[in-house]
């Protein structure tokens, strides 16, 4: 596995990449060759925020944790990164090492238990053409985190969502 390292508005020292390293590299268990983890690590106001990605055969893992240190986030996160490929194991087994999900887990002393939600409300609604600007307006008036509408510009549906930074995210479905 590929392991990148990348920070902002941080220091990365020399012994934080290796644990890093050998932490990280514990997924090799699940993943082939072709794998990549970026750990991104940054500061966020007094706080310390870390976010590792693992991309696999058209896999995608994510975690992001924020806390005193990065020693002690390198140890939330990867956990979190583990029970997704757990969560998920069966469904793409076929692009995992072959029996890698044995039961002998690296952070798990048993398989975690999985509730899987249910679609308990379905709403429908006209998109109609509207600017980004008109979006975050409407996002400000309605109780949600998020607001779907038809960007008039690209003619395209886009998602603008409220970040855990206080700003704003759009995400532009291209199909």
Do not use: H, W
Not at 7 to 14: D, L, P, Q, T
Not at 122 to 139: G, M, N, R, T
Request: net charge neutral; glycine share 4%.
């Amino acid at each position: 596995m590929k392991i990148e390292i990348n920070s902002k508005n941080y220091n990365v020292s020399e012994k934080l990449k290796d644990i890093i390293e050998k932490k990280v590299s514990k997924l090799d268990k699940y993943f082939n060759d072709d794998a990549v983890a970026k750990v991104n690590c940054k500061m966020e106001g007094l706080a310390s925020k870390l976010e590792l990605t693992v991309r696999s055969r058209g896999l995608f893992y994510r975690a992001e944790v924020t806390g005193d240190n990065m020693y002690e986030n390198i140890d939330l996160a990867l956990p979190k990164v583990e029970r997704q490929i757990i969560k998920y194991g069966d469904k793409f087994f076929t692009r995992l090492k072959k029996d890698s999900l044995n039961k002998d887990y690296l952070f798990f002393d048993e398989t975690p238990i999985f509730e899987k939600p249910e679609v308990v409300r379905k709403k429908s609604f006209e998109l109609e053409p509207i600017s980004v600007e008109d979006a975050e307006v409407f996002l400000e008036t309605i109780d949600n985190n998020f607001y779907i509408f038809l960007n008039r510009e690209t003619n395209r549906v886009n998602v603008l969502y409220k970040r855990n930074d206080g700003n704003l995210g759009l995400i532009e479905a291209i199909y």
